[in-house]
């Protein structure tokens, strides 16, 4: 029987092909084993390189979706809540708050909403007029001197205080912000002349330094002269 078997071909085949699948589903088996068990349990290099991918996909995506910032206000806020997030969203390029108002009645009227379509426009202008551009700002500051920037930085210092304060700027704040003023007003001027004093007191030690060094020559050239006059009484022939 089994000399049978080895002699017939069509079961040599099947012997030869159930052994070739045989290693091919091995090879399969042992590969997914392996894939599971790095699944299951990671290095911690690769773990640590997933997790990088992950934030560098999510910064990515989180970068380019992000809200961006075309203008910026160069005004004091309204004190309207409505006209305050009107002007935020405009700041967005975001048109969407500027809504009309729709009418109670079934009919539609025509006038009434052309009337609310032009208060909104009339409302989008005032408070586009209180918008500069982002770029723009930012090519006018980097043409501006020192001190100008300083200013620059101290109104948008205070526009922060009275964001702050509701959007109306209370009188402490006020006086308190003119007395700062004031006082560096002052402490300039101070300073100023605290160093013109130092350079008009340099100025006074090195004259009298001069003079008495003056003083000292002419001393000297007095008692030359004596010397030479009380000479020449006793030797009318003396020789200068």
Aim: with cysteine; net charge negative.
């Amino acid at each position: 029987m089994l000399n049978f078997i080895i002699q017939c071909f069509p079961l040599q085949w099947l012997v030869k092909r159930s052994n070739e699948y045989r290693k091919e589903m091995a090879e399969t088996v042992r590969q997914y084993a392996v894939s599971q068990f790095c699944k299951a349990f990671p290095l911690v290099q690769e773990n640590m390189d997933a997790k990088k991918k992950i934030l560098e996909n999510i910064r990515r995506v989180t970068e380019a979706y992000r809200p961006h910032r075309y203008h910026k206000r160069k005004t004091a806020p309204p004190p309207d809540i409505e006209s305050r997030v009107d002007l935020t969203l405009l700041e967005y390029e975001h048109r969407g708050g500027l809504r009309l108002i729709a009418p109670n009645n079934d009919e539609v009227d025509a006038e009434l909403i052309q009337q609310q379509q032009d208060i909104c426009q009339e409302k989008l202008q005032r408070l586009m007029a209180s918008l500069v551009d982002v770029k723009e700002e930012t090519s006018d500051l980097n043409n501006l001197s020192e001190e100008d920037k300083i200013k620059q930085a101290k109104h948008y210092a205070s526009l922060h205080l009275e964001l702050k304060d509701g959007g109306a700027f209370s009188k402490e704040n006020s006086r308190l912000n003119s007395l700062n003023e004031q006082k560096q007003v002052l402490s300039e001027m101070v300073e100023k002349l605290r160093t013109t004093k130092e350079t008009v007191i340099g100025n006074i030690q090195e004259t009298n330094a001069t003079l008495e060094n003056i003083r000292l020559k002419k001393s000297e050239a007095d008692k030359k002269l004596k010397e030479l006059e009380e000479a020449e009484l006793k030797d009318p022939e003396y020789v200068y």
